[in-house]
């Protein structure tokens, strides 16, 4: 069965640095998303992404991270400058049709 | 704006006992409502999905769920619990506007007791 994978599975970087987290969605999906869990709080969404644009973001997706699909197999989220308080699980997502999402297992990252 | 309440954060049963997970939820169309299982330190895997038609659905590892427009619920039960259902719940809300995003519930830990 097709699933979302997410490299890598944790992450540790120091505070300012910046960071690239990145997926491979199910091959035939056109519908991306980023969610993150804080540690021990609910998911959150970040961002969704169709037909190479953000469709829409949260207000913490804020002007420190970006989105992007290089190619077209993978879906990246960067983080310009890290703060601690983005130490979280990000979870990546993809859908088609748009309403069902599959998750893929999620990237921890730790800022330092 | 879409929203979803979870009024049990934990909930302890013990195995072979029955079990429900209340859900409610806040959209202003007509929703569509996920449940969602979390293992500790794992990611989200889909138990089961209502979009239209028959408010009973069935999901994966014996687990169902019954949408309920008048009261806005979407609550998970499941007749007999296993050890291996411990588990963090989560009860979501999306549509296929908004882009499609969900929101999710605070989630409820489920303890299964021997």
């Known amino acids: 069965e097709p699933e979302v994978t997410q490299t890598p599975s944790h992450q540790v970087t120091q505070m300012g640095q910046e960071v690239i987290l990145r997926c491979v969605p199910i091959?035939?999906?056109?519908?991306f998303y980023w969610y993150r869990q804080i540690l021990g709080q609910k998911v959150e969404f970040l961002v969704s992404?169709?037909?190479?644009?953000?469709?829409?973001k949260s207000e913490i997706f804020d002007d420190q991270f970006s989105v992007e699909r290089p190619d077209g197999s993978n879906f990246t989220l960067k983080i310009r400058s890290t703060k601690l308080e983005d130490s979280a699980m990000y979870f990546c997502?993809?859908?088609?049709?748009?309403?069902?999402?599959?998750f893929g297992p999620g990237t921890r990252l730790l800022v330092l | 704006a879409q929203s979803v309440t979870q009024p049990d954060i934990h909930i302890t049963v013990s195995e072979g006992a029955s079990l429900e997970l209340r859900c409610n939820y806040s959209?202003?169309?007509?929703?569509?409502l996920f449940w969602y299982v979390q293992s500790p330190g794992q990611g989200l895997q889909l138990l089961l999905k209502?979009?239209?038609?028959?408010?009973l659905v069935q999901g994966i590892k014996g687990f169902e769920a019954e949408f309920k427009r008048s009261q806005s619920s979407f609550n998970l039960r499941k007749p007999s619990v296993h050890w291996s259902d411990a588990a963090e719940y989560f009860c979501?809300?999306?549509?296929?506007?908004?882009?499609?995003?969900?929101?999710f519930g605070d989630g409820t830990t489920l303890t299964v007791k021997p």
């Open positions: 997502a993809s859908g088609q049709p748009v309403e069902t999402q599959y």
């Open positions: 091959s035939n999906h056109l519908y």
């Open positions: 992404f169709y037909n190479n644009e953000i469709s829409e």
């Open positions: 959209y202003g169309a007509t929703p569509y």
């Open positions: 209502y979009f239209s038609g028959d408010t």
């Open positions: 979501a809300v999306g549509s296929n506007t908004n882009a499609g995003k969900s929101t």
